[in-house]
């Protein structure tokens, strides 16, 4: 079990290596027999380079050398020392593909069955094959480099808070079960049978305590998990950079974010990002493009047409304007040519957004094609036409609803007819990176009927708007801002309320009880009586951004093991059962013990 | 809720600074009313800096200025304005002790209740008092300042191991729950009813797939989670920095570790350590210190007695000795005046760690004081005597027991002796590094009859060792080696099996079927058949790493968030009940539904 080891990596030889005598130790990518020579490309983290064993080398060891060669399959483990020198015919493509190696020694140090699938850029293996043999994909040049990307992600993170001041500092993750928000992980516990810890959803309440504590400056990158339906881009692990500040106000908050991806993209990408960033309120986010999270790489905004509208003979108009709704519409330029099967699919897409129905308005030879074109005056048409801006062969896309509702909608249906049309091709190469400000603080939950923290519930509502506690919470703005990159909501924060007497006001708006706020945040509350300083801060989805910086959407080409999105792991099969004895060991059963295998 | 904000902290002004217009935001630390004149050292993160409020001052605000000062309190939040002045009788303990601040504006920022305890080094406050208000404790400067190098700490690991080419990579939290070790904390899946995530007690089969994933080199810092019944120095919870690389040897890990800590002590503490650092063999450092991570700031050598002794007429030397155990000696210095009341607790002391008896000798006058005096003739007492050194007033302590069990019973003694003479005061601002190399692979476990793995079943035997799986198994080395630093063990790791037919070998050893290996670690086997390097790897514990830094013998000095050794946060009241239907979702009950509160 002793070897060669290597004197370079399989990516550092270049022409001034030549004539040096080197070992590599590797992965066999590739073996080409010609009969008398064999060129086999080893690789490793750090590149390719082709070694050559020859036959017609008169060394007394070669024809043991050369025996060795011939054993070689793919994915083989070698040490394969010899010469540097010259390759005939140069490989640009590759950064060492100027020179190659002739073997005089080689060992191999582990053998390979034939791999499930090939290791190449080009594989046709499927997606559950790949994370059931993710030892294997990791090897993958272009899955590599993601991880270079995120290393190079943490060392700048790690670099940056610091300059700034920030101290790194842990907080537990065997934490209380808070009931906001999504469902806890939860961990029973041996010690104490019948009471569990939580793992934590975000460490919020230890980062506002450290602020109590003095120490002015957070940062953690730190694992938070979610028990969540999964969709496409979640995993129930998930990182994130966590920050926290006191004697700070939103702007310098914004302004150590700018900074903080100016240096990422710089470093990564080499891309110079202008700043400051464009800031949008949350309420001109909607109205000009139906999210919380828009892409403004394009226009194509929606525009509100409730005025224009609300006298028409259309029922679905006239009760939203009644009901203080909203109608509004969107422009998709050149979409007339649409067919049935087209916007049906349109109206599908509103509906899943919780639209009852879409209007569909194709402007064409002057004239509306539309179900809804009876109802609407010459006078609305035009009104209709100016404001939208329509032209012939335009299609209009109107929806009729309540005020968030409608714009979500609307705003949904823009970034499909962005991605029918080719329109995201186009902005691809582009960053667009802006703050959406000043949120709603609460929003009404008609299940509960009650309102929810449109954040979470330490969040500070504007100095001005406090009054509005007893008046109209609805209306009430909080000290919260999101970092928008693309389209994709990368981080997001808030000041913190930090008086006793606010904190209670909000609780009270969110309907806990005196008793229920001091069983489930007594011991922040209790924080907050003996001086807690001014503080805020922000926390982004460091997936996410590696996503962005490595220009992939599938979040699980940045997680080095993740899961499927039924939470499974295909590598180890996890999770998986667990002892009767361990079981009772925790103070736990199963309600249906037959699911246990 | 705006403020005016802070122009330095409370840390850096300096004469320099005199005349300057500055502001300040911080907690009132101490406030003393002199009448017309009151000093209010405001503190923060970086120090304490004096304010005064001068009631003679004559401008229009001062009088609202002075009654504000008026109200303040101990931990009050303020921010105070005014002009940087030299200090009439500076305190040359206290960074800025040269100048103070005449107050002209002071705003209340939060006021605070009469905190539980006085925050201040010489608190009288419990550890119970302390860890339920945190976030106060925290604010204690000494304890920040562990805080401050445990950041510190964080930075230069970062920056080492990015520059020796290490790729910093997340591994799993929710994984599989593994066979081995100490007990798992688990988590219910609510998705796979009946199935169980394990929280990793160390990532240990990850980083081995990131080797055969071809990572080439990584590390991680990761909290790990062990479910035992905890020691003083233990928690659920701990950090370790985890590292791993390929085409390596045992040679190049321990440089690297020497490299890491050479550059940790040069830069928190301003220390040149000496490398490289002594190896120990395990065998070694049994013989001479009873313990595999021996203090050796101090000599006081074991001296094996058991030639000098097996002929005897003492019963338990004579059995020991026949059952080719082992029988040595502790020369306690001086010793020889302890009284009976202090042997006896030696005597507990051994019990405790499995010994059946001590033989205690005091040699005074030239002659053996001791109940098996009678049993050594002149010719064994001389022989006794050359081999311990032993000189008049001494006190010899003889254990006799299987090789390991006694010399690890008389390790412990030579710590407590150690203690009892204050040897450990006198060696105290010492440092002492080394490594224990050449660990055994197995040890018998009586109790299930069979072999375990001594580090973990990963562990690759020494390659001239193999043979022995066959003949002599408990004689194998493992190459293992464990960093020492002052008596406690800072980190370990191992070269690791990768070839497939050594791994089934050790597994074999172990005990384990074909069926069991495959059920526990499949995957990994799995993974081995398609090529793995040679590889190895260590993990360091960091918050030992830490207290041995910052001079702390309290591991919850360097947590923020410590649990008692009872697993319980006494701040959040943490495990906590959760509700029937949480517990539903998730497919469990617990087994004695009353002891659910």
């Given at each position: 079990?002793?070897?060669?080891?290597?004197?370079?990596?399989?990516?550092?030889?270049?022409?001034?290596?030549?004539?040096?005598?080197?070992?590599?130790?590797?992965w066999?990518?590739?073996?080409?027999?010609?009969?008398?020579?064999?060129?086999?490309?080893?690789?490793?983290?750090?590149g390719?380079?082709?070694?050559?064993?020859?036959?017609?080398?008169?060394?007394?060891?070669?024809?043991?050398?050369?025996?060795?060669?011939?054993?070689?399959?793919?994915?083989?483990?070698?040490?394969?020392?010899?010469?540097?020198?010259?390759?005939?015919k140069?490989?640009?493509?590759?950064?060492?593909?100027?020179?190659?190696?002739?073997?005089?020694?080689?060992?191999?140090?582990?053998?390979?069955?034939?791999?499930?699938?090939?290791?190449?850029?080009?594989?046709?293996?499927?997606e559950?094959?790949?994370?059931?043999?993710?030892?294997?994909?990791?090897?993958?040049?272009?899955?590599?480099?993601?991880?270079?990307?995120r290393?190079?992600?943490?060392?700048?993170?790690?670099?940056y808070?610091?300059?700034?001041?920030?101290?790194?500092?842990?907080?537990?993750?065997?934490?209380?079960?808070?009931?906001?928000?999504?469902?806890?992980?939860?961990v029973p516990?041996?010690?104490?049978?019948?009471?569990?810890?939580?793992?934590?959803?975000?460490?919020?309440?230890?980062k506002?305590?450290?602020?109590?504590?003095?120490?002015?400056?957070?940062?953690?990158?730190?694992?938070?998990?979610?028990?969540?339906d999964?969709?496409a881009?979640?995993?129930?692990?998930f990182?994130?950079?966590?920050?926290e500040?006191?004697?700070?106000?939103?702007?310098?908050?914004?302004?150590?974010?700018?900074?903080y991806?100016?240096?990422?993209?710089k470093?990564?990408?080499?891309?110079?990002?202008?700043?400051?960033?464009?800031?949008i309120?949350?309420?001109?986010?909607?109205?000009?493009?139906?999210?919380?999270?828009?892409?403004?790489?394009?226009a194509?905004?929606?525009?509100?047409?409730?005025?224009?509208?609300?006298?028409?003979?259309?029922?679905?108009?006239?009760?939203?304007?009644?009901?203080?709704?909203?109608?509004?519409?969107?422009?998709?330029?050149?979409?007339?040519?649409?067919?049935?099967?087209?916007?049906?699919?349109?109206?599908?897409?509103?509906?899943?957004?919780?639209?009852?129905?879409?209007?569909?308005?194709?402007?064409?030879?002057?004239?509306?094609?539309?179900?809804?074109?009876?109802?609407?005056?010459?006078?609305?048409?035009?009104?209709?036409?100016?404001?939208?801006?329509?032209?012939?062969?335009?299609?209009?896309?109107?929806?009729?609803?309540?005020?968030?509702?409608?714009l979500?909608?609307?705003?949904?249906?823009?970034?499909?007819?962005?991605?029918?049309?080719?329109?995201?091709?186009?902005?691809?190469?582009?960053?667009?990176f802006?703050?959406?400000?000043?949120f709603?603080?609460?929003?009404?939950?008609?299940?509960?009927?009650?309102?929810?923290?449109?954040?979470?519930?330490?969040?500070?509502?504007?100095?001005?708007?406090?009054?509005?506690?007893?008046?109209?919470?609805?209306?009430?703005?909080?000290?919260?801002?999101?970092?928008?990159?693309?389209?994709?909501?990368i981080?997001?924060?808030?000041?913190?309320?930090?008086?006793?007497?606010?904190?209670?006001?909000?609780?009270?708006?969110?309907?806990?009880?005196?008793?229920?706020?001091?069983?489930?945040?007594?011991?922040?509350?209790?924080?907050?009586?003996?001086?807690?300083?001014?503080?805020?801060?922000?926390?982004?989805?460091?997936?996410?951004?590696?996503?962005?910086?490595?220009?992939?959407?599938?979040?699980?080409?940045?997680?080095?093991?993740?899961?499927?999105?039924?939470?499974y792991?295909?590598?180890?099969?996890?999770?998986?059962?667990?002892?009767?004895?361990?079981?009772?060991?925790?103070?736990?059963?199963?309600?249906?013990?037959?699911?246990?295998?």
């Amino acid at each position: 079990m002793t070897f060669t080891k290597r004197t370079h990596n399989c990516g550092e030889l270049r022409t001034s290596d030549i004539g040096k005598r080197v070992t590599l130790n590797g992965w066999v990518a590739s073996r080409r027999d010609m009969g008398a020579m064999m060129f086999v490309d080893i690789r490793d983290r750090y590149g390719i380079t082709q070694v050559v064993f020859d036959a017609s080398e008169k060394t007394t060891q070669n024809a043991d050398v050369f025996a060795t060669g011939r054993k070689l399959r793919s994915e083989f483990v070698i040490s394969a020392s010899g010469v540097v020198r010259k390759r005939e015919k140069g490989n640009s493509n590759l950064a060492t593909g100027q020179i190659e190696i002739l073997v005089s020694h080689c060992e191999i140090l582990n053998e390979a069955e034939t791999p499930p699938f090939e290791i190449s850029e080009d594989t046709t293996a499927s997606e559950e094959q790949c994370l059931k043999y993710r030892y294997l994909d990791l090897r993958r040049h272009s899955l590599q480099e993601k991880f270079i990307i995120r290393n190079k992600f943490y060392q700048i993170t790690h670099q940056y808070f610091h300059e700034h001041n920030f101290l790194e500092i842990e907080t537990p993750v065997l934490m209380k079960s808070t009931p906001e928000g999504a469902r806890d992980f939860l961990v029973p516990s041996r010690i104490h049978k019948g009471k569990f810890y939580a793992l934590p959803q975000s460490p919020q309440i230890y980062k506002q305590l450290l602020m109590v504590g003095g120490f002015d400056r957070y940062v953690q990158i730190v694992k938070c998990f979610r028990d969540e339906d999964l969709r496409a881009d979640r995993q129930p692990e998930f990182s994130q950079i966590d920050v926290e500040m006191s004697f700070i106000d939103q702007d310098e908050i914004l302004r150590l974010t700018e900074g903080y991806v100016k240096r990422l993209w710089k470093e990564i990408l080499n891309i110079e990002v202008e700043t400051p960033f464009r800031r949008i309120q949350f309420t001109e986010a909607m109205q000009r493009y139906g999210s919380d999270k828009p892409d403004t790489r394009f226009a194509m905004e929606l525009c509100e047409l409730t005025e224009e509208v609300k006298e028409c003979e259309f029922n679905v108009f006239k009760v939203v304007a009644h009901n203080n709704g909203t109608i509004a519409a969107l422009n998709a330029k050149g979409c007339a040519r649409y067919s049935r099967k087209d916007t049906d699919a349109l109206t599908e897409l509103a509906k899943r957004y919780g639209a009852k129905g879409l209007s569909i308005v194709k402007y064409v030879d002057g004239k509306f094609e539309s179900p809804i074109a009876k109802y609407l005056s010459t006078y609305m048409q035009s009104a209709i036409l100016q404001k939208t801006g329509a032209e012939n062969g335009d299609l209009l896309l109107i929806a009729a609803d309540d005020w968030e509702r409608c714009l979500t909608i609307l705003g949904q249906l823009r970034l499909e007819i962005a991605r029918r049309e080719k329109i995201l091709d186009v902005v691809k190469e582009k960053f667009d990176f802006l703050f959406v400000v000043d949120f709603p603080l609460l929003e009404f939950s008609p299940e509960e009927n009650r309102f929810a923290a449109r954040h979470h519930p330490f969040t500070s509502p504007k100095a001005e708007d406090i009054p509005l506690f007893e008046k109209n919470p609805a209306a009430m703005r909080a000290n919260a801002y999101d970092l928008v990159i693309n389209g994709m909501e990368i981080g997001g924060g808030s000041l913190r309320i930090y008086r006793r007497d606010i904190q209670e006001k909000m609780f009270k708006a969110l309907g806990f009880t005196k008793e229920e706020a001091e069983q489930k945040f007594g011991f922040l509350l209790g924080a907050f009586r003996y001086g807690a300083p001014p503080h805020g801060g922000i926390a982004f989805g460091l997936d996410r951004f590696v996503m962005t910086l490595a220009g992939t959407e599938n979040i699980r080409d940045v997680i080095a093991f993740p899961k499927t999105t039924s939470m499974y792991s295909l590598m180890d099969d996890s999770p998986s059962t667990v002892s009767e004895a361990q079981l009772q060991t925790l103070g736990i059963k199963l309600t249906t013990p037959d699911q246990q295998e």
